[in-house]
């Protein structure tokens, strides 16, 4: 059996979601007009939404292999740098020595794990982490719009749309209720 | 030598037989007493065993919740749904002015700034003759995605100084904000000077070029728009997640290691739990807003270009142009000192001083360090530019 990187492997999987993907889009080329086109065009939303499942739950695997391949590769290296201090470290042989084997440990973990968590590669990994997530969240809400129309309730986004308008509203009234309060305090000011 | 041949037994002289008394727990002596003080923490176990420590920490955790916090007397003067404002009791009779309104930063509480009685930010300027005032914002819920900084500025924090300003009959007021807070201010006072008398920033989030902090470095990669689109607020949880990241090992692990060491140091303990039930005590993020606290200021960078909007509003802080101060944590590392230090620069200000102190983001405000070293020069920059 032939031995792949990690990289190799994720990109292979990726291909390969993809290529099911394609295939399935091939083979959902229903016809859309007659008798069952409503029941067609449900159906058609709701594959999509599966494949953009699938692909995303692809590019998650991708991700989550890439950031504990970061986090693994910085405990190597600290366990490495831990190693070649080994003429500095104790022998155990009393409590203060305990501690200085301690601080030591707590320095070179603390080092090379602050220069993980600042370097652009990490931070761009967590962040398509956390977008893959939030992509995820999103198609299940997604997902449910027909049956929220079917019981003829409001979806996600037809709510929002309503939180920002009475957010802009209330905008709104603030600053006219502070122009009324400034032109009564000048007629006050006037009448005096 | 005898020999009692009913049992096999040899038996030499007589010896005294010696009874083993078992006792029933540790308390308890051999002639039956506890050693246990009732109603003291000495409950006569061994202190330094590695077991009854770990019992005690558990213990300590559990207590957490029950110390007080937010202590300084205080009035709450005006109440909505997304803020309180605090008046302390002041210790003066006839207390220094103009009054004075901090403004805390959206993440974490407010009660840093008052975390006990010998750390308190707060307590220190009302001991100071200050008339003090503070903005406690409350949790947003997910019918509040769509509060921005428009809101946070123009609406709350103006809102605030008006009710001050009416309450006090003070023209002006000194406007000081911690953080994110500090930043708001900021924008604030370049928008409605006219109400502002002196300008007191604690370690603001400026110019985002010059941050190389863990949690810049995570804000300027971030998919904010998808993240706030699905979640609506930004959730504790992943708030949580970053701030774990900042000095993991000295802070998140080797913190443990100290409690271990000073369990029986009740003092300690105390302010250790305090800080700890802070920092674990995150409340959602508005949607809005920190998606302009993340695109605008750190990804943009707009504060320091002067192109950042608030509604129709553009902020230009070079329009600053009051007594200002700016109090800078030189081992700050979650927001840089560099970046802090930058407003100094930006404000028009003649009167424009940077006092900069070798300390961290929160021992700045909530330490010992504090105390003693600056919140006496705060005071007494403070007390110059009063009514007096």
């Known amino acids: 059996m032939q031995m792949v990187s990690d990289q190799e492997f994720n990109k292979k999987y990726e291909e390969l979601i993809n290529s099911y993907n394609s295939i399935w889009k091939d083979f959902l080329k229903l016809p859309v007009t007659g008798q069952s086109n409503q029941f067609i065009r449900t159906f058609e939303e709701d594959q999509k939404k599966f494949q953009d499942l699938l692909s995303l739950c692809s590019k998650f695997q991708s991700n989550i292999l890439n950031y504990w391949m970061q986090v693994n590769q910085t405990y190597v290296k600290s366990i490495a740098e831990l190693q070649s201090k080994k003429p500095e470290l104790p022998d155990f042989q009393s409590e203060e020595e305990v501690k200085k084997y301690k601080n030591l440990t707590i320095d070179v973990f603390e080092k090379y794990f602050t220069q993980l968590f600042q370097s652009k590669e990490f931070s761009v990994t967590t962040s398509e982490l956390l977008s893959n997530y939030s992509s995820f969240t999103h198609i299940l809400g997604n997902a449910f719009d027909n049956y929220f129309k079917l019981l003829n309730l409001p979806n996600r986004d037809e709510i929002d749309m309503i939180l920002k308008d009475m957010q802009e509203l209330k905008r709104e009234v603030y600053k006219l209720r502070k122009n009324l309060d400034l032109i009564m305090s000048e007629e006050k000011l006037v009448v005096k | 030598?005898?020999?009692?041949?009913?049992?096999?037994?040899?038996?030499?002289?007589?010896?005294?037989?010696?009874?083993?008394?078992?006792?029933?727990?540790?308390?308890?002596?051999?002639?039956?007493?506890?050693?246990?003080?009732?109603?003291?923490?000495?409950?006569?176990?061994?202190?330094?065993?590695?077991?009854?420590?770990?019992?005690?920490?558990?213990?300590?955790?559990?207590?957490?919740?029950?110390?007080?916090?937010?202590?300084?007397?205080?009035?709450?003067?005006?109440?909505?749904?997304?803020?309180?404002?605090?008046?302390?009791?002041?210790?003066?009779?006839?207390?220094?002015?103009?009054?004075?309104?901090?403004?805390?930063?959206?993440?974490?509480?407010?009660?840093?700034?008052?975390?006990?009685?010998?750390?308190?930010?707060?307590?220190?300027?009302?001991?100071?003759?200050?008339?003090?005032?503070?903005?406690?914002?409350?949790?947003?819920?997910?019918?509040?995605?769509?509060?921005?900084?428009?809101?946070?500025?123009?609406?709350?924090?103006?809102?605030?100084?008006?009710?001050?300003?009416?309450?006090?009959?003070?023209?002006?007021?000194?406007?000081?904000?911690?953080?994110?807070?500090?930043?708001?201010?900021?924008?604030?006072?370049?928008?409605?000077?006219?109400?502002i008398k002196n300008l007191v920033t604690l370690a603001p989030v400026i110019d985002t070029s010059k941050d190389n902090t863990v949690i810049s470095n995570f804000a300027k990669h971030l998919d904010v728009e998808n993240i706030i689109d699905s979640m609506g607020n930004m959730p504790p949880e992943l708030l949580q997640t970053c701030f774990s990241a900042l000095k993991p090992f000295k802070q998140g692990v080797n913190k443990y290691f100290s409690l271990y060491e000073h369990i029986n140091d009740k003092r300690f303990i105390e302010n250790f739990l305090r800080i700890e039930r802070w920092l674990s005590d995150i409340p959602p993020i508005a949607g809005e807003a920190f998606k302009q606290w993340i695109k605008n200021i750190y990804q943009e960078n707009l504060l320091v270009k002067n192109e950042m909007k608030l509604g129709s509003d553009l902020v230009n802080l070079s329009r600053i142009n009051v007594p200002f101060l700016?109090?800078?944590?030189?081992?700050?590392?979650?927001?840089?000192?560099?970046?802090?230090?930058?407003?100094?620069?930006?404000?028009?200000?003649?009167?424009?001083?940077?006092?900069?102190?070798?300390?961290?983001?929160?021992?700045?405000?909530?330490?010992?360090?504090?105390?003693?070293?600056?919140?006496?020069?705060?005071?007494?920059w403070f007390f110059l530019r009063s009514d007096v």
């Not at chain 2, 709350?156 to 002006?172: M, Q, T, V």
């Not at chain 2, 927001?335 to 930006?346: F, I, K, Q, R, Y």
């Not at chain 2, 001083?353 to 005071?379: C, D, E």
């Open chain 2, 1 to 195: 030598m005898k020999r009692n041949l009913s049992l096999n037994k040899i038996t030499t002289s007589k010896e005294p037989e010696i009874k083993v008394k078992e006792l029933s727990s540790p308390n308890q002596k051999i002639d039956g007493t506890s050693s246990r003080v009732p109603g003291t923490l000495d409950d006569g176990e061994p202190k330094n065993d590695v077991v009854t420590k770990i019992k005690k920490i558990i213990d300590a955790y559990q207590k957490s919740m029950s110390l007080e916090v937010g202590t300084t007397p205080h009035d709450v003067v005006k109440e909505t749904r997304l803020y309180r404002l605090l008046h302390y009791k002041t210790t003066f009779h006839v207390p220094i002015r103009p009054p004075v309104l901090i403004v805390y930063a959206l993440i974490n509480r407010s009660y840093i700034l008052d975390l006990q009685q010998d750390k308190s930010w707060v307590g220190n300027l009302v001991k100071q003759g200050f008339d003090v005032y503070l903005i406690d914002w409350k949790t947003p819920s997910l019918n509040d995605k769509y509060v921005s900084f428009d809101d946070y500025v123009n609406v709350f924090i103006d809102d605030c100084i008006d009710f001050i300003r009416n309450k006090s009959s003070a023209e002006k007021i000194t406007l000081h904000g911690y953080c994110m807070g500090a930043s708001m201010s900021a924008m604030y006072c370049s928008l409605h000077q006219h109400k």
């Open chain 2, 326 to 380: 700016n109090i800078v944590a030189n081992e700050d590392h979650l927001v840089s000192p560099d970046g802090s230090a930058e407003l100094n620069n930006l404000v028009s200000s003649k009167d424009n001083r940077i006092m900069r102190f070798p300390t961290g983001h929160v021992g700045l405000i909530a330490s010992s360090y504090s105390q003693m070293n600056v919140l006496p020069k705060t005071g007494r």
